[in-house]
């Protein structure tokens, strides 16, 4: 490791601590992405292409109820990394205990609410599928969200190693989680139960039980200043994890309904096997977003660490590599679309047959969010995160209907959505490195300095 330091000549600790948790990533997300791909091919054996699109459809909306810790998790995240930095590990655990405890509450209400609520739900409507799947469909949604709720509380352990730069770590235990899912899968085929119940179970009841263990491992052990305590818990923090948090929430909720939308909206407009279609190409060229992100997860704490510092040489240099990279995932993404059909028909076992201007759109989908999330990722570093609320909420409001008149009006059909995704994109781009520039410039100023 050392060897490489001084090959690629990082000179300073936090281009080294980048570095080894992007080095350590990168084998940990091939793992990852090698189970995402086996997965599917893997499901497909045992339920068809309307029940596959049913639960590539009750994925999104799982992704929806995912934002309801109000940004507890990202302003932690922010919080916590200032106190490591410091190294007041007091305030530290307050902030672990108090967020723990105000996620247990926000979760626990909502299982409440929802075991109360879910009989009068007409789920077949909402996923547009046969009446004959109503029983299954109506335990799928049942198992999933209530192991949800309970799953971002246990996964908050995460959040505590990207606060202390153990972005590899957060990485291996996602990667964790992806294999003993894989596993379940697998033992769900062989004992053939071909039921979205019992693929909702899997999906939702094992990332539980991994992030339990993990954090019962990290916090006796590695972490034990930081454990949760009750006896650390103090709810006047709430307010400060919350002033940035709620940010976070409103930009979450405007992202997911921006990029998450998608699924539900051609489940509606057309049939739920065109979701399948539309899911295949965005797994296949969100290869080289992966990637990406594998590099990005470390900048946001070491962002957060570099503006206690003072140290804004790092930011900007960093920016720069992070220009190149993409440029250079640029063109992998081109070679990527030019193999694409043949991919599609071994990884589909032919089953599958996306429209070459679909992938040409993922294509471009994925590289103009890539672009974004350079600078979104350093504004949420710095905690300035006032335009990409409101370029987000803009967004929002906008992207679905412009979606539907594109599928429709315009005809496009399925093709219409990621290219209205991407019109929506580019504003909020544009925007985000005019802030950028205006930051590390210090010349940003009212709403540019927020």
Same mark, same amino acid.
């Given at each position: 490791? &050392?060897?490489?330091?001084? /090959?690629l000549?990082?000179?300073?600790?936090?281009?080294?601590?980048?570095?080894?948790?992007?080095?350590?990533?990168?084998? #940990?997300?091939?793992?990852? !992405? *090698?189970?995402?791909?086996?997965?599917?091919?893997?499901v497909?054996?045992? /339920?068809?292409?309307?029940?596959?699109?049913?639960?590539?459809?009750?994925?999104a909306?799982?992704?929806?109820? =995912?934002?309801?810790?109000?940004?507890?998790?990202?302003?932690?995240?922010?919080?916590?990394?200032?106190?490591?930095?410091?190294?007041?590990?007091?305030?530290?655990?307050?902030?672990?205990?108090?967020?723990?405890?105000?996620?247990?509450?926000?979760?626990?209400?909502?299982?409440?609410?929802?075991?109360?609520?879910?009989?009068?739900?007409?789920?077949?409507?909402?996923?547009?599928?046969?009446?004959?799947?109503?029983?299954?469909?109506?335990?799928?949604?049942?198992?999933?969200?209530?192991?949800?709720?309970?799953?971002?509380? %246990?996964r908050?352990?995460?959040?505590?190693?990207?606060?202390?730069?153990?972005?590899?770590? *957060?990485?291996?235990?996602?990667?964790?989680?992806?294999?003993?899912?894989?596993?379940g899968?697998?033992? %769900? @085929?062989?004992?053939?139960?071909?039921?979205?119940?019992?693929?909702?179970?899997?999906?939702?009841?094992?990332?539980?039980?991994?992030?339990?263990? +993990?954090?019962?491992?990290?916090?006796?052990?590695?972490?034990?200043?930081?454990?949760?305590?009750?006896?650390?818990?103090?709810?006047?923090?709430?307010?400060?994890?919350?002033?940035?948090?709620?940010?976070?929430?409103?930009?979450?909720?405007? =992202? /997911?309904?921006?990029?998450?939308?998608?699924n539900?909206i051609?489940?509606?407009?057309?049939?739920?096997?065109?979701?399948?279609?539309?899911?295949?190409?965005?797994?296949?060229?969100? #290869?080289?977003? #992966?990637?990406?992100?594998?590099?990005?997860?470390?900048?946001?704490?070491?962002?957060?660490? *570099?503006?206690? &510092?003072?140290?804004?040489?790092?930011?900007?240099?960093?920016?720069?590599?992070?220009?190149?990279?993409?440029?250079?995932?640029?063109?992998?993404?081109?070679?990527?679309?030019? +193999?694409?059909?043949?991919?599609? @028909?071994?990884?589909?076992l032919?089953?599958?047959?996306?429209?070459?201007?679909?992938?040409?759109?993922?294509?471009?989908?994925?590289? +103009?969010?890539?672009?974004?999330? #350079?600078?979104?990722n350093?504004?949420?570093?710095?905690?300035?995160v006032?335009?990409?609320?409101?370029?987000?909420?803009?967004?929002?409001?906008?992207?679905?209907?412009?979606?539907?008149?594109?599928?429709?009006?315009?005809?496009?059909?399925?093709?219409?959505?990621?290219? =209205?995704?991407?019109?929506?994109?580019?504003?909020?781009? %544009?925007?985000? %490195?005019?802030?950028?520039?205006? !930051?590390?410039?210090?010349?940003?100023?009212?709403?540019?300095? @927020?």
């Open positions: 490791m &050392e060897i490489l330091n001084k /090959l000549k990082l000179q300073d600790n936090k281009s080294k601590t980048v570095f080894r948790n992007v080095f350590f990533s990168f084998f #940990i997300k091939g793992i990852n !992405i *090698a189970v995402n791909f086996l997965t599917i091919p893997l497909l054996t045992f /339920l068809n292409t309307t029940q596959y699109g049913v639960w590539l459809t009750l994925t909306i799982l992704g929806w109820f =995912a934002l309801f810790d109000l940004g507890f998790g990202n302003g932690l995240r922010n919080h916590l990394t200032v106190a490591v930095a410091k190294q007041d590990f007091k305030e530290g655990k307050i902030y672990v205990s108090t967020t723990y405890a105000a996620l247990s509450v926000i979760f626990g209400s909502l299982i409440v609410i929802f075991l109360v609520i879910h009989p009068y739900i007409n789920w077949v409507s909402v996923f547009n599928a046969p009446q004959s799947m109503a029983g299954d469909i109506n335990y799928a949604v049942m198992f999933a969200i209530c192991f949800l709720f309970v799953q971002f509380v %246990v908050l352990i995460n959040t505590v190693l990207l606060s202390f730069q153990r972005a590899a770590m *957060a990485d291996f235990t996602n990667s964790l989680v992806q294999v003993c899912v894989l596993l899968l697998y033992l %769900v @085929k062989i004992l053939h139960i071909s039921s979205l119940a019992s693929v909702a179970i899997v999906y939702s009841a094992v990332p539980v039980i991994v992030f339990l263990t +993990v954090s019962f491992i990290l916090f006796y052990k590695k972490y034990a200043a930081l454990s949760p305590s009750f006896y650390a818990i103090k709810f006047t923090h709430v307010k400060s994890l919350l002033n940035l948090g709620l940010n976070f929430f409103v930009i979450q909720i405007a =992202a /997911l309904i921006l990029y998450a939308s998608d539900f051609i489940a509606q407009l057309f049939a739920p096997a065109q979701v399948t279609v539309y899911n295949i190409a965005f797994k296949y060229f969100s #290869i080289v977003s #992966i990637l990406f992100t594998i590099v990005l997860s470390p900048f946001w704490s070491m962002t957060t660490q *570099a503006l206690v &510092e003072g140290d804004w040489n790092w930011i900007k240099s960093s920016i720069k590599k992070l220009q190149y990279l993409w440029a250079g995932l640029l063109i992998c993404g081109v070679i990527q679309f030019a +193999v694409a059909n043949p991919i599609y @028909k071994l990884w589909t032919g089953k599958v047959i996306v429209p070459l201007q679909l992938s040409g759109l993922m294509f471009v989908y994925f590289m +103009v969010t890539n672009w974004s999330s #350079i600078y979104s350093f504004l949420n570093g710095v905690g300035k006032k335009l990409q609320l409101y370029c987000g909420v803009g967004g929002m409001i906008f992207n679905i209907p412009f979606a539907i008149y594109l599928a429709k009006t315009c005809h496009m059909g399925i093709v219409g959505i990621p290219m =209205a995704t991407i019109c929506t994109m580019l504003i909020a781009n %544009v925007i985000g %490195v005019i802030q950028y520039n205006k !930051i590390v410039n210090g010349t940003a100023v009212g709403i540019w300095n @927020k």
